[in-house]
């Protein structure tokens, strides 16, 4: 089993560009999230969706958008990438109900220059 | 909203000797479930052991433990017989209980553990 697979692991931009970070997971889960780790701040939510068809913003979207393509895939785009962007980005995925855990992919070193 | 707090950005144990990880949370909730994860330097998030609210009696995982306190909303994780390969990044989380996949986990800001041969 693949679990959470994130492309790509590592990406530079330059300030102004535009990517999208891509996460699919094969466990049929319901719910996917997408979390940005900077130092000395843990984990913060960017956006989730809890099922098909459905995103929500999470702590800090300003700057994101998400796209729940189907069921198994869930990506983040940076429209105008901004040095402030520069983070690790971690997707992660669960069944979304009968108390199961999250399982998280990789993560993305991404750097904005 | 709920708040996950680690007062202790570092800690720094002995080689087979325990160490305490603090956590603390406010919730308004009286159902929810909290998290103990691992961060190697190789990034990936692994789950150490989880604790839901409703049961009083305290999670063990091999040589992972927790202590519970619910009512001072309290949740350290206590590392018996600390190895070289516990050297990572903790993090507690919180999450609420199931309601129909809108639950998220939040974290506190971790703490590094560093472990001495």
């Known amino acids: 089993n693949a679990g959470v697979t994130q492309t790509p692991k590592f990406q530079v931009l330059k300030t102004g560009q535009s990517m999208t970070l891509q996460c699919a997971q094969d466990m049929n889960h319901n719910s996917m999230y997408w979390y940005r780790q900077d130092p000395g701040m843990g984990l913060r939510l960017i956006y989730y969706s809890a099922s098909e068809g459905t995103t929500d913003k999470g702590e800090v979207p300003n700057g994101y958008n998400v796209s729940r393509l189907n069921k198994r895939e869930f990506s983040l785009r940076l429209e105008s990438a901004a040095p402030s962007q520069t983070s690790v980005y971690f997707c992660a995925s669960r069944l979304g109900r009968l108390n199961t855990e999250a399982f998280f992919g990789q993560g993305t070193r991404l750097t904005v220059v | 909203a709920q708040t996950v707090t680690q007062s202790q950005p570092e800690m720094s144990v002995q080689e087979a000797e325990t160490v305490t990880l603090s956590c603390t949370y406010d919730t308004s909730e009286s159902d929810y479930y909290l998290f103990w994860y691992k961060q190697p330097p190789s990034r990936q998030m692994i789950l150490v052991i989880r604790q839901e609210a409703y049961k009083q009696q305290n999670a063990t995982e091999n040589r992972f433990s927790v202590n519970f306190q619910k009512a001072a909303k309290s949740f350290s994780l206590k590392i018996s017989d600390s190895q070289l390969g516990d050297a990572a990044m903790y993090f507690c989380?919180?999450?609420?209980?199931?309601?129909?996949?809108?639950?998220?986990?939040?974290f506190g800001k971790g703490t590094k553990l560093t472990v001495n041969p």
């Open positions: 989380a919180y999450r609420s209980a199931d309601q129909g996949g809108s639950e998220k986990l939040v």
